[in-house]
């Protein structure tokens, strides 16, 4: 069963547009992750939020998290076309990290 | 030198044959995870070890079974493949510590076709 779903499935922008990918929780958590996948390749880790952060930044992105609504977001500003890619959220649950089905983003450029 | 490297990348083998997917890692983790991944399904765990002699079972183990031959190395195989085994297939490899707590980082996937 999955533990994080995000929203939207998929999402096209133009560059320079923010884009805003959402993830939606079950159970209670300690910590959530967010990673980006380019087309085929392995997953790539991009920011770890805990359940005590609101708001955490790392470059063009700047991830919340809700542990009352048990949702987080991911916000990429001033998009590029190098940000193609799926993301996806990760979050515990029966003590393994299980992964959402993932956001793809396309941004034209 | 990537730090979790797959073997084979791409394989194509018929119903009934035994295949054996290899991972290999440099970054001195003791844990390792293999995942399969389908379109729409996002990942799912197979198997983790989070030592030598550490082997559980995740959300989709029938079907797979896994060696952890070193710390380094960490192998899954289907012993009779069947079509809907077919998918990618990533290993990754995590820090110890409380489950979720750190990044796991992944190798470049094995895309495996069953005819």
């Known amino acids: 069963s999955q533990q994080g779903e995000e929203d939207p499935q998929a999402l096209s922008i133009q560059e320079g547009e923010n884009a805003t990918m959402n993830c939606s929780y079950k159970?209670?958590?300690?910590?959530l992750q967010w990673y980006r996948q380019n087309s085929g390749r392995g997953l790539v880790h991009l920011i770890l939020?805990?359940?005590?952060?609101r708001e955490k930044h790392s470059g063009r992105l700047r991830v919340t998290l809700d542990t009352s609504k048990k949702s987080s977001s991911l916000l990429i500003t001033a998009s590029r076309a190098a940000d193609t890619a799926s993301y996806f959220c990760?979050?515990?649950?029966?003590?393994?990290?299980?992964f959402g089905q993932g956001t793809t983003l396309q941004v034209k450029p | 030198d990537a730090d979790v490297t797959q073997t084979p990348r791409n394989r194509i083998t018929k119903t009934g044959k035994r295949i054996m997917l290899e991972c290999s890692q440099t970054?001195?983790?003791?844990?390792m995870y293999w995942y399969r991944q389908d379109p729409g399904l996002g990942l799912r765990l197979i198997y983790y070890?989070?030592?030598?002699?550490?082997?559980n079972k995740g959300e989709i183990s029938d079907g797979y079974s896994v060696s952890r031959q070193a710390q380094a190395k960490f192998s899954l195989s289907l012993e009779s493949a069947i079509p809907n085994q077919t998918a990618l297939y990533f290993c990754?490899?995590?820090?110890?510590?409380?489950?979720?707590?750190?990044?796991?980082?992944f190798g470049p996937g094995t895309r495996l076709t069953v005819l």
């Open positions: 990754a490899t995590s820090e110890a510590g409380l489950v979720g707590d750190n990044e796991q980082f």
């Open positions: 970054k001195g983790h003791d844990r």
């Open positions: 939020i805990r359940s005590n952060e």
């Open positions: 070890s989070f030592d030598v002699k550490d082997i």
């Open positions: 990760a979050t515990i649950n029966t003590g393994k990290l299980i």
């Open positions: 159970t209670s958590i300690n910590n």
